[in-house]
């Protein structure tokens, strides 16, 4: 009796919205009568790309990024380096990195990290299906780009694991690297935890002008 | 180019999501990659409430107020106080004062309020079906419920000579009154504007312990 919808079409529209991960009801409903105002077109356009990429979204059989095809469009690309391996968490991470303009490899997405808390094991992700990949093409580096956290490098321990006979084989020649750890840009050195600067003098780089 | 997504079905969703009000990419790009964790039946089910609401939504003839049928359930309810009309600008406020549980009359919805700079008009506005049903029906009082802003006072000025031929006429005994401006609730005195504290001086009321 709170909130009282004089129509039940609106309530189960403010219903829904408000089921979505950071959207209270009054957010919910501030959205539901943006949609009134709305073309019945242009929510007709919005269902129907909702709806669509649920019903036909596919995962690259390559990488497992989202795709509109078999091959997603960067596995596809010849522009793109196919000896580099850049193994991410999820789809975001792959948006965050192409959006850094500094890569120009292949991805491969695991669908998470190993996360026993979570009850995501290994066989939850796709690990096998990298070492698989990294077996059976020419790939020269595989790049870790997990977050730091503890998942992260629990992962990153358990994929070198995985990799560990194709890295010891020196004709092939494999590299394995994981993402720097260090300041943030624009970090202010007295704020930094004591972990990150610790790594970041561990780490330190030749110094270019 | 600076957002690259590997599907066209997920950019395509993320741009739709991303048109709604105080959605930026970032959100509509978590939100999309919810619906897709989501069951495709909780999708359609999304998808198809906020669709019926758009294609089905109706307005109370009476009020105004969104409703399911030609009147809505609270003009159709015989335990709502038909003798008081209380006039708010829009959906919203109609369930902000119902959140109050203060009030048990009934509604008229104007639907926005006098803007000459927006472009809206009295004609734009359902003043003229309030005039009507104050004439056509018993009521006993019109509390005026508009913002407290340069916009609504306009708007209270007008309904008000508008109502002015009722509101002359003694044995009818029309009472037209305007919600209470002054402190709000846990208000502290200096922080308080001086136009809201002078008010709130000149319209003060007898204190009841």
């Given at each position: 009796?709170d909130?009282q919808?004089?129509?039940?079409?609106?309530?189960?529209?403010?219903?829904?919205?408000?089921?979505?991960?950071?959207?209270?009801?009054?957010?919910?409903?501030?959205?539901?009568?943006?949609?009134?105002?709305m073309e019945?077109?242009?929510?007709?356009?919005?269902?129907?790309?909702?709806?669509?990429?649920?019903?036909?979204?596919?995962?690259?059989?390559?990488?497992?990024?989202?795709?509109?095809?078999?091959?997603?469009?960067?596995?596809?690309?010849?522009?793109?380096?196919?000896?580099?391996i850049?193994v991410?968490?999820n789809?975001?991470?792959?948006?965050a990195?192409?959006?850094?303009?500094?890569?120009?490899?292949?991805?491969?997405?695991?669908?998470?990290?190993i996360?026993p808390?979570?009850?995501?094991g290994?066989?939850e992700?796709?690990?096998?299906?990298?070492?698989?990949r990294?077996?059976q093409?020419?790939?020269?580096?595989?790049?870790?780009?997990?977050?730091?956290?503890?998942?992260?490098?629990?992962t990153?321990?358990?994929?070198?694991?995985?990799?560990?006979?194709?890295l010891a084989?020196?004709?092939?020649?494999?590299?394995?690297?994981v993402?720097?750890?260090?300041l943030?840009?624009?970090d202010?050195?007295?704020?930094?935890?004591?972990?990150?600067l610790?790594?970041?003098l561990?780490?330190?780089?030749?110094?270019?002008?």
């Amino acid at each position: 009796m709170d909130q009282q919808y004089t129509s039940a079409l609106l309530g189960r529209a403010v219903d829904e919205f408000a089921k979505l991960p950071g959207i209270g009801r009054k957010t919910a409903m501030r959205l539901v009568l943006h949609t009134l105002r709305m073309e019945e077109d242009a929510v007709d356009g919005f269902c129907s790309a909702i709806s669509r990429l649920r019903h036909e979204v596919r995962y690259c059989k390559v990488c497992h990024n989202i795709s509109d095809s078999e091959v997603c469009a960067l596995c596809a690309s010849p522009h793109r380096d196919k000896s580099l391996i850049c193994v991410v968490e999820n789809v975001q991470d792959v948006m965050a990195i192409e959006a850094t303009m500094q890569y120009r490899g292949l991805y491969h997405v695991l669908g998470g990290v190993i996360s026993p808390m979570d009850g995501v094991g290994p066989g939850e992700l796709q690990i096998q299906s990298l070492v698989d990949r990294v077996e059976q093409t020419d790939v020269k580096e595989v790049i870790l780009a997990l977050s730091s956290t503890m998942e992260g490098d629990t992962t990153n321990f358990f994929i070198s694991k995985r990799l560990s006979k194709v890295l010891a084989d020196e004709k092939r020649g494999l590299k394995l690297s994981v993402l720097a750890r260090g300041l943030s840009i624009n970090d202010e050195l007295q704020y930094t935890d004591e972990a990150t600067l610790g790594r970041s003098l561990v780490n330190r780089v030749p110094f270019v002008a």
